[in-house]
């Protein structure tokens, strides 16, 4: 599977506009740059349960194929809409 044909393919800018809240774009941007769900816990002051139910939010929002690994996904998805992700609050201070 083409992973970056189909991110691209789809409107995921207006996805990401208007389906991913400002704390799933704050994750989004953490676990794409490498951190782990604990770290991420760490970072924001929430449980790694939280942060694991908002990475599956982001998932199912934009729609990731089951055969698409969703980290590789997650990361490739931030780089190609970084400009839009920063503009919706991604978070800065990556690693």
Request: proline fraction near 0%.
């Given at each position: 599977m083409d992973i970056r044909g189909y991110l691209e393919?789809?409107?995921?800018?207006?996805?990401?506009?208007?389906?991913?809240?400002?704390?799933?774009?704050?994750?989004?941007?953490?676990?794409?740059?490498?951190?782990?769900?604990?770290?991420?816990s760490d970072v924001l002051i929430i449980s790694e349960n939280t942060v694991r139910t908002h990475i599956g939010n982001i998932i199912s929002k934009i729609e990731i194929p089951q055969d698409a690994n969703p980290k590789i996904t997650l990361c490739l998805l931030y780089h190609l809409f970084r400009q839009e992700i920063m503009k919706m609050g991604g978070y800065t201070n990556g690693k």
């Open positions: 393919s789809r409107k995921l800018s207006e996805v990401l506009t208007k389906e991913l809240s400002r704390r799933e774009v704050e994750i989004l941007s953490l676990y794409a740059s490498g951190f782990s769900a604990k770290e991420i």
